[in-house]
């Protein structure tokens, strides 16, 4: 079985300094690590994926995250916030080599950007 | 036109009211969940459905049912309300392709007084 801890649940940051949210997941087998987020009274988007090959994946919107498999980490990144980057933040984690269909997600963090 | 859409948006009911939330997409997925978001807890799978005939409770399924209508339609039901079953309520869809990537509705946000 997957779980995924996300180590912050509120980060308050002002504007165009750098974030990173960070995510640790627990898997015995080898896994997909998503990022999803969530504006205001919206669903959930897909942000950015790992499946395999390059451990550094970035988004169309300056974020990137990095597939640590030693810390068992996929912390998501960016060099400087803007406030419509305001919004909840999920990682999850699916098995890869079972291929359970399921996703597992982590209890989210909040990101305050501050003008 | 949105790719997953549910309805109702919002719903207020009472305690042991039935209540039924639906689920349509256009995406042509097979696979489709039902989740429910709690302040704190993140996102938890109540059913999912890989297809018409595949029907399996995720972990927090007590108190719900599903049915899946036809490859585009999951609906989600509360047999009878209570008040802790107040959420907000996402469906969500997937292909068979095996990368597990989810597509998600707009929610809806149930309040059972």
């Known amino acids: 079985a997957q779980s995924v801890t996300q180590l912050d649940s509120q980060v308050p940051v002002f504007e165009e300094a750098p974030v990173e949210l960070r995510c640790n997941y627990s898997?015995?087998?080898?896994?997909?690590l998503f990022w999803y987020v969530q504006y205001p009274n919206q669903g959930l988007q897909l942000l950015l994926k790992y499946l395999s090959g390059s451990t550094l994946v970035e988004s169309i919107n300056g974020f990137e995250a990095e597939f640590n498999k030693s810390q068992t980490s996929f912390h998501l990144r960016k060099p400087s916030v803007h406030i419509s980057d305001t919004a909840e933040y999920f990682c999850?984690?699916?098995?890869?080599?079972?291929?359970?269909?399921?996703?597992?997600f982590g209890q989210g963090t909040t990101l305050q950007v501050k003008p | 036109d949105a790719d997953v859409t549910q309805t109702p948006r919002n719903r207020i009911t009472k305690t042991g009211k039935r209540i039924m939330l639906e689920c349509s997409q256009t995406k042509g997925h097979d696979r489709m969940y039902w989740y429910r978001q709690d302040p704190g807890l993140g996102l938890r799978l109540i059913y999912y459905?890989?297809?018409?005939?595949?029907?399996n409770k995720g972990e927090i399924s007590d108190g719900y049912s599903v049915s899946r209508q036809a490859q585009a339609k999951f609906s989600l039901s509360l047999e009878s309300a209570i008040p802790n079953q107040t959420a907000l309520y996402f469906c969500a869809t997937a292909t068979s392709a095996g990368t597990d990537t989810q597509y998600f509705g707009p929610g809806t946000r149930l309040t059972v007084l």
């Open positions: 898997s015995s087998v080898s896994v997909y």
């Open positions: 999850a984690v699916s098995a890869s080599g079972g291929y359970t269909g399921k996703l597992i």
């Open positions: 459905s890989f297809d018409v005939k595949d029907i």
